[in-house]
């Protein structure tokens, strides 16, 4: 034996508030699901927490979309696995970047061997849809629009059903990142009519990171099967996975994981009970005790009010204090994690997350008195 | 709200014995490791897990490669990450196909532009090296091999090492599958001179399913670095993964799925205590348990003994039997699930694992027992 046996103990990880960008602080129900008896992905019994889960995404979603899912992988490959199905190479894009993750939305379509028509707007502001009506009119041959809903890198919340009617109106599809919205604000992918909607199980969901919720219209699914040419990724080809998450007989695509969906089912399970419009009205409530007390200790948000996310509250570190020892401090000396800056406002911001079980008055206490205490040294 | 609140429960799954091909019994540590508090992904204290996880992960694969991690994703995940940073569109990669994984390989080559070369073998056969050495001779300007290690849909081993040094003799890297030996024979990666090899959790690692263990030599990071051209997976590029795994500051690129990498990180503990090599006599002890009450039943194995997996044994369905009643009588009444054939062998032969946990004495007692009775009536 070349390499010798290491000797590594098991992991016992520390206990945190995660109050950063997400993964979210995840309540013991979803913890104790996940250590449930692991079961075979083609299991009859599987099959039928199958069926559950897309039933619970679809009313987080506010969908009757069959094509409404899990993706085996983390909000990023949710992503990927929308812009590639949809974009085939020479396809037009109009990309709206207001922060990261439009940036990676734009980055996606260059990679994929389409034309990404960039629509930019400042980092802490909401996509103008003013600006993406003149990049139709520009581009006539546009075939999607692609935005972010919620932007993580800023906490700013665009108007989603006024940018979808825009795409509807010059024939094309629609995909958005709801990683951060997802169960903190009202999402209504039926109503605004998009056709592709990606999102992450640990945000306002509350279950583990690790899994990302996909829907898609049937207009999504009808150029999905029109595609010429194959889908570059066998693993994303969503006429393969199909196969494995619908009809009669589900067939073996790649085997699903097992015990992360029984998180994401508990913790679908847990938003059901409370209701989508209790969630939101929660998430607003500890939104706006949080503000007060952040508004009470002098510091400034981001994102002006009315693009203001409740569940990421983004605000400028104050003067002279030194924001990364400031949140080294805030984790060792109370166990909380809140969020730095990224890209464009690394250095300058912190990212203050009440999403899903985190959003919660105790919570907020804890922050408040924390800050106070890192801030005045 | 145009979607009404389902009014589903918690799921509780029911306990099984898994003797299938995957996912393998997990065993109660790993279970609870699940459960444990989710941390953020940049948490130090995570990160020192990750370091942990990369040492333990050198030791199972035996390898020094610095770029050896899992990927966020079952092992088809982990096997598109391959082919998706090392083949560029022409490129000419003689792919092994003996089953149904080998086809996939070849799969992946095609839609990424790749010309795949297939030498092909019987199901249940393993690959003959002396079809490799004409296929090098007639491609000469092939860049890469790829074959299964442990074929997963008939159950026979290939002779890696052999299959390496024919590539490196002809100045081709190679490209492994080694999702189900991992843990159960022999993976030698350093002295079998592999360049790329992917694996997964749920096979002989007894972890949940979705993860992917790589591991990459410094050859195989030369070619991804001269790559010309982006690599077409933003997700999978490893040039971005790289710096949220290795380096002094790692930089955020996806949100890591925390809880199961501790689930992973405790199987990998578990193996070590045990130890490499009595991990692959407890394979061996037990296949031979097994393979002798089968005889005794009357059963054939698929593979000839030479090239017989100890960890996946697929045997003939017995004439008279049916095969897919019988194994719905084995889940129903023993709780036991058993695996059926893929592709070419479907209906025709069952596929008993005896991987990681599940590579039990009580196991292969339990099953000869309850497969008695459902072959005799």
Chains 1, 2 share one sequence.
């Not at 099959?47 to 979309?65: I, S």
């Not at 995909?175 to 999402?187: A, E, F, Y």
Request: aromatic share 6%; proline share 7%; glycine share 10%.
């Amino acid at each position: 034996m070349s390499i010798d046996r290491p000797e590594i103990r098991s992991f016992q990880p520390p206990v945190r508030t995660l109050m950063g960008p997400g993964p979210s602080d995840v309540p013991p129900r979803v913890l104790s699901a996940l250590a449930r008896p692991t079961v075979g992905h083609l299991d009859p019994a599987f099959v039928g927490m199958m069926d559950e889960l897309k039933t619970l995404l679809r009313y987080a979603f506010q969908t009757r979309n069959e094509l409404t899912f899990p993706v085996s992988g983390p909000g990023s490959l949710g992503m990927e696995t929308c812009f590639v199905n949809l974009v085939s190479p020479g396809d037009k894009v109009i990309v709206c970047v207001n922060g990261v993750f439009g940036g990676r939305m734009a980055e996606n379509v260059r990679r994929l061997g389409g034309v990404a028509v960039v629509v930019e707007d400042p980092w802490g502001a909401p996509v103008d849809p003013a600006k993406v009506e003149e990049a139709f009119a520009a581009n006539p041959d546009a075939a999607l629009l692609a935005f972010v809903h919620a932007e993580t890198s800023t906490g700013a919340l665009s108007d989603a059903a006024a940018l979808a009617a825009i795409a509807r109106r010059h024939g094309a599809l629609t995909i958005m990142d709801c990683v951060t919205s997802l169960g903190g604000v009202p999402v209504l992918l039926d109503e605004w009519g998009i056709d592709a909607a990606y999102s992450g199980s640990q945000k306002c969901l509350s279950c583990t990171p690790g899994l990302s919720p996909v829907s898609f219209s049937e207009a999504a699914v009808a150029r999905i099967k029109g595609r010429q040419g194959a889908c570059p990724s066998w693993f994303q080809d969503l006429g393969l996975v199909l196969g494995y998450w619908s009809g009669a007989k589900r067939t073996y695509h790649h085997t699903a994981p097992v015990n992360p969906l029984y998180g994401l089912h508990e913790s679908l399970v847990i938003l059901a009970e409370e209701g989508l419009e209790a969630a939101w009205a929660r998430h607003r409530d500890n939104h706006l005790r949080l503000r007060a007390g952040l508004e009470a200790l002098g510091m400034r948000f981001v994102v002006s009010e009315e693009a203001r996310l409740p569940q990421l509250n983004s605000v400028w570190v104050p003067e002279g204090v030194d924001e990364a020892a400031a949140r080294t401090r805030l984790l060792q000396e109370f166990g909380l994690e809140i969020g730095a800056g990224l890209g464009a406002l690394a250095g300058k911001v912190w990212r203050i997350g009440l999403m899903g079980h985190s959003s919660r008055p105790a919570n907020v206490a804890l922050c408040l008195s924390a800050l106070e205490t890192v801030i005045k040294g």
